[in-house]
C-alpha cells in the first residue's frame, strides 16, 4: 500500500493547509451566516458542533475525499466482519461484537454466542452477589484497558443508591493499594483480578497482595471464593487458584483499551447494577450502527476523526485538551489519553514504512471549570495552537440548577473565547475606559490581548446516562479506528510499551542489595547505584 500522503487527495489538502486562509475561523463565520447549522451534526443524543474550526466547505470536502481514498467505509467493514485488521498481531478488532448484538464472527467462529454466553454469564453472578447481599465492596485489580475504562465508568454513572462501592487499584505503588485495604472488610469485598494477560507484572504484584491479604485473615480456603478473574489466559487463572466458575473470558480480539465492554467490565455491572451496563452496551450499539450506517457527510466518529487530521497532520498542532464540563466525567480525559496514543502514537504504516507525517495527537485534559483555572492559560495565550474538545450535558444529575447553569456559561463562553481572541487595541481601550494611566494600559496591552482564532469543538448532549456515555465512548473508538485508515496505520497494536517492560526486568534484578549492575548507559547505572545507596543498600 502507498503511503497516504502520495494521494493526489493528501496532496490537495496539504495545498489547503498552505493557504492563507488554513487556520483562520472568524472570517469564515463572518462569511457564512449559516456557519453553525452547516457544521454541527447530531447522532446518539450527542450534537457535534465544528463549526469553530478552521474547516470551511473546501476542507471538508478534501477531507471526506481522502476518507474514500483511504477507504475507511472498507477499513471500518473490515473490522466489523471480523477480518484481522489488526495486521501486527494477526487479529481481528471486534469490540463491536461485545455490545451484544449477535451476527459477529472472528477466525471463523461464531464470536456473538460466546459473548453472549459470558454476559448471561456476568449477568447471573451479578445478580446472586447482589441478592447475596454480604458483599459491600468490589476492588478492581488491573492496569491500563483493565482499570481506566471501568473506573471512569463508574466514576461518571455512580448514585449513593447503586448496589456496591468500586474502587480500582491500577499503580503498582503500594500507595495505592494498603490504604484501600487497609479501610475494607475482607470478609464482605470481592476481589476482581482484571487482566487480559494475567501476565502484568504490576496487576500480579497487587493480586499477589490481595491473595495474601484474604489469605491472612479469611483463610487460604477463602481465596476462591473471594476472587474472581477477568481474563484470556484462563491456564494463568487456574494457577492463581481463581475456579473457572468465577472467571469471565474473552478473547484476543479485544484491545485492552477496547476492552470496558467485555468481562472486564464486570466491575462497573457489580457497582452500578446490570441495568446501567446494559444501556452502556445498548449507547455504543447506537453509535456502531451509526458508524456503520451514516453517508460519511454526517458520520460523527469519521467527521472528528477528519477534524483531528486536518488539525494534526496539516495544521501540525502537536496537542489537544479535552474538556468535559462535567465533574462525572473527571476520569474521561484519562480514558482518552491511552485510547488514543496507544492505538495512535506510531510512526510507521501498516506495511511498516515510516510515515513522514505527524500521527497521534498529545491527549490531555481535566474537568471544566477546573482546567480554566489550571492550563488554559496556554490555551488562550501560548505560541502554539492547542486543539480543544467540549462536552458538556444540558442537564445535570444534581438538583443544583445555579451551579449547572455557570458550569455550561463557563464551557460556552471558553470556547467562545477561544475564537474570538481580543485584539491588543481592544485591551487598550478596555483599559483607558476603566480609567488605567495610558503609559501603563500601553505596557500592559500585548499581556492582555488574546489571538483568537483557536479551534474546539462542542460536543452536547441532554444528560450523562449509561446510554449516552456508551454512545460517546464508542464515539471516540471509532475515531481512532478511522484515523488508523486515514494515517494508513495500525490503531489496534501497541508494541511501543514493550520495550520499557523488557529492560524493567534486569533493573528490577539489581536494585537487589549487593546485585552486580549491568549494562546500561553511565546515567542508569548511576540511578540504579544511587537508588541503592539511599536506602542504605549498597
Ligand atoms: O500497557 C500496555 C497494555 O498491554 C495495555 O494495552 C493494556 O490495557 C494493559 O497493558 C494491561 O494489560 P492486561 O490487561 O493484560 O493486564
Not at 173 to 180: N, S, T
Not at 302 to 308: D, K, N, P, R, T
Not at 371 to 381: E, G, K, R
Not at 484 to 500: M, R, S, T
Request: glycine share 8%; with cysteine; hydrophobic share 50%.
Amino acid at each position: 500500500m502507498a503511503l497516504p500522503s502520495t494521494l493526489p487527495q493528501w496532496q490537495a489538502l496539504a495545498a489547503l493547509a498552505a493557504a492563507p486562509a488554513a487556520r483562520t475561523i472568524r472570517d469564515k463565520f463572518a462569511a457564512d451566516p449559516a456557519r453553525a447549522q452547516r457544521f454541527t451534526r447530531s447522532a446518539c443524543g450527542i450534537r457535534l458542533d465544528f463549526s469553530k474550526t478552521s474547516i470551511d466547505a473546501d476542507t471538508l470536502a478534501a477531507l471526506l475525499a481522502l476518507a474514500r481514498a483511504q477507504d475507511v467505509a472498507g477499513f471500518r467493514e473490515k473490522m466489523f466482519a471480523g477480518a484481522p485488521v489488526n495486521g501486527t498481531e494477526r487479529r481481528a478488532a471486534l469490540h463491536v461484537a461485545l455490545r451484544g448484538e449477535g451476527g459477529f464472527r472472528a477466525a471463523g467462529e461464531d464470536a456473538s454466542a460466546e459473548v453472549a454466553a459470558t454476559l448471561a454469564r456476568m449477568r447471573d453472578f451479578v445478580r446472586r452477589t447482589h441478592e447475596a447481599r454480604h458483599i459491600t465492596d468490589v476492588v478492581n485489580i488491573g492496569i491500563g484497558g483493565s482499570d481506566l475504562g471501568p473506573a471512569m465508568v463508574v466514576r461518571a454513572l455512580a448514585t449513593p443508591a447503586d448496589p456496591l462501592r468500586a474502587h480500582f487499584v491500577g499503580n503498582v505503588d503500594g500507595a495505592a493499594i494498603l490504604p484501600l485495604l487497609e479501610e475494607l472488610d475482607p470478609a464482605r469485598t470481592l476481589v476482581l483480578i482484571a487482566s487480559k494477560t494475567f501476565t502484568t507484572q504490576e496487576t500480579m504484584a497487587n493480586a499477589a497482595v490481595a491473595r495474601a491479604w484474604i489469605a491472612d485473615r479469611l483463610g487460604e480456603s477463602a481465596v476462591g471464593e473471594k476472587f474472581c478473574a477477568l481474563s484470556t489466559n484462563a491456564r494463568a487463572v487456574a494457577a492463581f487458584g481463581i475456579p473457572e466458575s468465577r472467571t469471565f473470558g474473552f478473547r484476543d480480539w479485544v484491545g485492552g483499551r477496547f476492552s470496558l465492554w467485555s468481562a472486564i467490565g464486570l466491575s462497573i455491572a457489580l457497582a452500578l447494577g446490570w441495568e446501567k451496563f446494559a444501556a452502556l452496551l445498548q449507547g455504543a450499539r447506537a453509535m456502531d450502527e451509526h458508524f456503520r450506517a451514516a453517508p460519511d457527510a454526517e458520520n460523527l466518529p469519521l467527521l472528528m476523526a477528519l477534524v483531528e487530521l486536518w488539525h494534526a497532520t496539516f495544521l501540525d498542532y502537536p496537542a489537544r485538551a479535552v474538556l468535559a464540563y462535567d465533574q462525572r466525567l473527571s476520569r474521561f480525559a484519562a480514558h482518552l489519553q491511552q485510547l488514543e496514543m496507544e492505538s495512535l502514537g506510531k510512526r510507521v504504516t501498516v506495511d511498516g514504512n515510516l510515515v513522514g507525517y505527524p500521527t497521534g495527537t498529545v491527549v490531555f485534559g481535566e474537568p471544566g471549570t477546573n482546567a480554566q483555572h489550571s492550563f488554559m492559560q496556554l490555551v488562550h495565550q501560548g505560541p502554539r495552537v492547542i486543539p480543544v474538545d467540549f462536552l458538556l450535558a444540558a442537564v445535570p444529575g444534581h438538583s443544583l440548577a445555579d451551579n449547572h447553569r455557570i458550569l455550561a456559561a463557563h464551557a460556552i463562553a471558553q470556547s467562545e473565547a477561544l475564537l474570538a481572541g481580543k485584539t491588543e487595541a481592544a485591551a487598550l481601550a478596555e483599559m483607558l475606559a476603566a480609567g488605567m494611566d495610558e503609559a501603563e494600559a500601553r505596557r500592559l496591552a500585548p499581556h492582555r490581548a488574546f489571538p483568537g482564532e483557536r479551534p474546539s469543538l462542542f460536543l452536547l448532549y441532554r444528560t450523562l446516562d449509561a446510554r449516552t456515555l456508551g454512545a460517546l465512548v464508542a464515539l471516540y473508538e471509532h475515531k481512532v479506528a478511522s484515523l488508523g485508515a486515514l494515517w494508513g496505520i495500525n490503531p489496534f497494536d501497541q508494541w511501543g510499551v514493550e520495550l520499557g517492560k523488557a529492560l524493567a526486568g534486569p533493573v528490577l534484578a539489581e536494585l537487589a542489595p549487593g546485585a552486580a549492575i549491568g549494562s546500561h548507559d553511565a546515567s542508569t547505572v548511576a540511578l540504579i547505584a544511587s537508588f541503592r545507596n539511599l536506602r542504605g543498600e549498597a
